[in-house]
């Protein structure tokens, strides 16, 4: 009997810990040089048994694959560079805890704010979630959701133009 009790004890703490997954709701809005725009949607942030997955519910994207990324610092505003502003620049590089300094995927070995391509419908929508194994919630708290206008293939062509963005609270 005792044992009993301590398997359904063990499989409630387990169905308890799945079915309270940390989870952040980041609001998602177009940014250009001159600040933020307007809303777009949510990105919804869970932790999984297979790694931190990210949902969009975005429209009003321009269609096609777009880098996305984890940025260092919890603000999407215009900072100057070169005496020009630049759209999201106060958000910092790409999240890099290990201070890798490079930028190889998702799974690579490069910096943790890799995050795999956003994919945008023709009609501008983006709802495809995306899965990462190296980040968990906890780790975006502070930080900021950019999405590239262009695609990434995480070695010379990083995305382009930051596009919109979201602090992650």
Do not use: W
């Amino acid at each position: 009997m005792h044992k009993l009790a301590t398997v359904a004890a063990g499989a409630a703490m387990v169905f308890c810990s799945l079915s309270y997954a940390e989870e952040v709701q980041v609001e998602m809005n177009k940014i250009d040089e001159t600040g933020i725009g307007e809303a777009i949607g949510v990105i919804v942030a869970v932790d999984t048994p297979v790694g931190l997955q990210l949902t969009p519910n975005l429209k009003g994207l321009p269609p096609g694959p777009h880098g996305f990324h984890v940025h260092e610092f919890p603000d999407c505003n215009p900072k100057e560079k070169d005496g020009k502003p630049v759209a999201g620049l106060a958000a910092g590089g790409h999240f890099d805890p290990e201070k890798t300094g490079k930028h190889a995927g998702p799974e690579g070995d490069g910096h943790a704010g890799d995050l795999p391509v956003l994919k945008v419908a023709p009609d501008g929508t983006a709802k495809e979630a995306v899965t990462t194994k190296r980040l968990h919630v906890a780790d975006l708290k502070g930080r900021s959701l950019m999405i590239h206008a262009e695609d990434d293939n995480y070695a010379d062509k990083l995305g382009g133009a930051r596009i919109a963005c979201g602090v992650v609270k």
